[in-house]
């Protein structure tokens, strides 16, 4: 057990719709990151937050937002899905990243989406 | 934007035969960290390299790290049935303060007959 909750584990929506995934860093972690894993695309990071605030983008689509609330725990909203959209979604966390320190991430479970 | 190349793709070895996979950066790198992700779960953190030229070793298995810290490698001796999974690197960058970016390869899955 890695320490990182993601909920729920399996969503199965229709296209045009909305979701919400929610994830909840280990305790102490500072950092959230979001990646996309598909059969054909591996690991895409989506975005980062620390501390609330948004760090760093990737391969986020605009119809895809996410915040870090300020119990730390974050969300990513799918908006406006599409077939495409089907895949897994990890959430990890890391430690409070400072130059010599362990900045590992941990990775949650996923959710898996299917989109229909 | 930073890229990380990984390869081989795929590699089907014969159980004890060795394996490698490698990393390239596009650019210089804080760390590089190793993954393994097994068939239907999540990606499990292996080991982190910080230092240039840094060497190492988990077992059967050997990290390596490059001198200009743009490159990888994991090795691992005498494959056994228990090592298959999807092997990822991932490059961490210092992008400015206090921030760090973490780029993956797209993983090596390997795959290992008994």
């Known amino acids: 057990d890695s320490g990182v909750t993601q909920t729920p584990k399996h969503l199965i929506t229709a296209t045009g719709q909305r979701v919400t995934l929610r994830c909840s860093p280990r305790?102490?972690?500072?950092?959230v990151y979001w990646y996309q894993q598909s059969l054909d695309q591996g690991l895409q990071f989506l975005i980062q937050?620390?501390?609330?605030?948004?760090?760093a983008k990737g391969n986020i689509l605009e119809r895809f937002s996410a915040q870090q609330f300020p119990d730390l725990h974050s969300e990513l909203n799918l908006s406006s899905l599409e077939l495409g959209d089907s895949a897994l979604y990890f959430c990890?966390?890391?430690?409070?990243?400072?130059?010599?320190?362990?900045?590992?991430?941990?990775f949650g479970q996923g959710t898996r989406l299917t989109v229909v | 934007g930073q890229q990380v190349m990984q390869i081989p793709q795929y590699q089907h070895v014969q159980e004890g035969e060795d394996f490698t996979t490698y990393c390239n950066s596009s650019?210089?790198?804080?760390?590089i960290q190793w993954y393994k992700q097994r068939p239907g779960g999540h990606p499990v953190f292996l080991i982190q390299?910080?230092?240039?030229?840094e060497v190492k070793k988990q077992k059967r298995l050997t990290f390596q790290f490059g001198e200009a810290k743009k490159n990888s490698s994991l090795h691992i001796t005498a494959t056994q049935t228990t090592d298959v999974g999807t092997y990822f690197c991932?490059?961490?960058?210092?992008?400015?303060?206090?921030?760090?970016?973490?780029?993956f390869g797209k993983g090596t899955l390997l795959t290992v007959n008994p």
């Open positions: 990890a966390s890391s430690p409070r990243t400072l130059v010599g320190t362990n900045t590992e991430a941990f």
């Open positions: 305790s102490g972690d500072l950092s």
């Open positions: 937050y620390y501390n609330g605030e948004e760090r």
């Open positions: 650019t210089t790198l804080s760390n």
């Open positions: 390299l910080v230092k240039s030229g």
């Open positions: 991932a490059g961490m960058r210092n992008s400015g303060g206090s921030n760090y970016k973490l780029t």
